[in-house]
């Protein structure tokens, strides 16, 4: 099965960026919708944003024109890259499908963004 590896999380003050890489053990190639979810303390987890095979994307509002998702033409991996971070955005990203279905969640990767 499919195992998910989400990488390039940490610590960045408000207005800095990051870029987070979600790699596949497989290839994702066929799978038409990936996206990135979060969850942050205290609450549940998210959507953020999707990507279709085809590259169309949305996005939450939230992040909406602060965010961009994008995945490899290799098909194995997914990325996001975050701009103009806000305290609020803090939690643990993750990488999964559309739910329909899910893959098993990989761990998460950590974003901390302080004020």
């Known amino acids: 099965q499919v195992r998910l590896v989400e990488s390039g999380g940490g610590l960045v003050q408000a207005g800095g960026s990051l870029r987070l890489s979600c790699v596949a053990s497989?290839?994702?190639?066929?799978?038409?919708?990936m996206g990135w979810y979060r969850q942050a303390p205290g609450k549940q987890r998210e959507w953020v944003a999707t990507?279709?095979?085809?590259?169309?994307?949305n996005y939450a509002d939230s992040v909406k024109g602060r965010f961009t998702i994008s995945r490899s033409n290799a098909g194995n991996a997914v990325y996001l890259q975050m701009n103009n971070l806000k305290p609020e955005d803090t939690a643990v990203y993750y990488c999964?499908?559309?739910?329909?279905?899910?893959?098993?969640w990989g761990q998460g990767t950590q974003v901390t963004v302080s004020s």
């Open positions: 497989g290839s994702i190639f066929s799978i038409n919708v």
């Open positions: 999964n499908t559309d739910g329909m279905p899910f893959l098993p």
């Open positions: 990507i279709t095979r085809g590259g169309s994307t």
